[in-house]
């Protein structure tokens, strides 16, 4: 079973409380135009005139040159992490995804980075967990290279 994940909740709150993004800013505020605005939180899109936080985000715990940072957006007001099972809905409406699988000292493991159709997602990111050098895979956009969310095994 796989195990999809957005930003941890108290991550999330920090930044719709105006903490400080990767680059020490804080969030910039704006509105959702609806599909294309994937909440790195809930995991569902921020809705159509809706406000919205636009700010860096490295979903790594340290510092390392494989700790990528870049653009996400999530919902201004709170909203609660997914619970069904399954891919997320912002998984669902881009035609394809950028896939990095990473060990546990998060740093890629080389020969897992592809991009890959949204209708092969949840196969091709199996297949990687089933290596047990592979603790994670992480899903980007494969035009922009935001980081989605993150995949794991379930337990």
């Not at 796989?2 to 990767?22: C, K, M, N, W």
């Not at 599909?35 to 939180?41: M, S």
């Not at 809905?89 to 592809?114: A, F, M, N, W």
Request: aromatic share 8%; net charge negative.
């Amino acid at each position: 079973m796989i195990s999809y994940t957005g930003l941890p909740t108290e991550v999330a709150r920090s930044y719709q409380a105006g903490g400080t993004d990767a680059y020490g800013h804080a969030p910039e505020q704006s509105v959702s135009d609806g599909v294309g605005n994937p909440c790195r939180h809930c995991l569902g899109h921020v809705p159509e005139g809706q406000g919205m936080l636009i700010l860096a985000h490295r979903p790594f715990g340290a510092l390392q040159p494989y700790a990528e940072t870049g653009p996400i957006f999530l919902c201004s007001d709170t909203c609660e992490k997914q619970h069904d099972a399954g891919l997320p809905e912002v998984l669902k409406t881009s035609p394809d995804y950028l896939i990095k699988g990473y060990t546990s000292d998060e740093r890629i493991y080389y020969g897992t980075g592809e991009i890959v159709v949204q209708a092969d997602l949840e196969a091709a990111i199996a297949t990687r967990l089933e290596d047990p050098r592979v603790a994670f895979v992480d899903i980007r956009s494969s035009r922009n290279n935001c980081w989605i969310a993150r995949a794991t095994r379930e337990d």
